[in-house]
């Protein structure tokens, strides 16, 4: 198993999707970003950084990361404590825009060259927040569910079955941007059920 700080130092200086991609190269110079060490609890795994986080080289830097924070109930002296909180998105660097202004989805490089062994060498981690299909289609596999809704919607079956087999749990979101309002409105257990057990566990973590 390859060690921490040189598997992390390899990662913050990978050219993978610039010089060597699976299809059409990265249209910007990488800039990886991540969060980890060999005692946070918490790991936090989303799509790709965006735009704002591109600029600022952290994640979550932008409106959607004050929603997850408050979905979490910490503030950002604990969110960016990398001894506390892990970050690991599917894509490291932000992918790009697509011809409508969107995120282009997660670079299918990062998955393959460096997800198994970051999470191999984190074996402390004891939950894992799955924000979007990406992340949810590699932490739950088969076990994912159609659609996104009905994969958030099942939580507590993720929840059990991790418990089970004494793997980290899993505890799949939706993103938290502020297109998903309509979504949160739409699926009120999601505040009344899920969040209060989020907020429950991330402070026993942290």
Known sequence: MAELPALVEDIRACR?????PDKL???????????????????????????????????????????????????????????KLAIIPMGFCFPGLDAKGGDLPPRPECRKAWHDDLFEALPQIELILVIGQYAQGYHLGKSRKKSLTETVA????????????????????PHPSWRNNAWIK?????????????????????
């Not at 993978?16 to 060597?20: E, H, R, Y």
């Not at 079956?157 to 979101?173: G, I, R």
Request: proline share 11%; charged share 25%; with cysteine.
């Open 16 to 20: 993978i999707c610039a010089d060597n």
């Open 25 to 83: 190269p990265l249209p910007h110079d990488p800039r990886p970003v991540l969060q980890v060490s060999e005692t946070a609890r918490l790991c936090i795994c989303g799509q790709a950084p965006g735009t704002r986080v591109h600029k600022s080289g952290r994640p979550f830097t932008d409106p959607s990361g004050d929603r997850l924070r408050d979905w979490m109930g910490i503030g950002e002296d604990i969110f960016y404590d990398p001894q």
């Open 154 to 173: 099942h939580w507590r079956d993720f929840w059990d079955e991790c418990s089970s087999n004494n793997k980290p749990k899993v505890l799949p979101l």
């Open 186 to 206: 739409k699926n009120p257990w999601f505040e009344t059920d899920l969040l209060p057990v989020l907020k429950q566990e991330v402070a026993r973590l942290v």
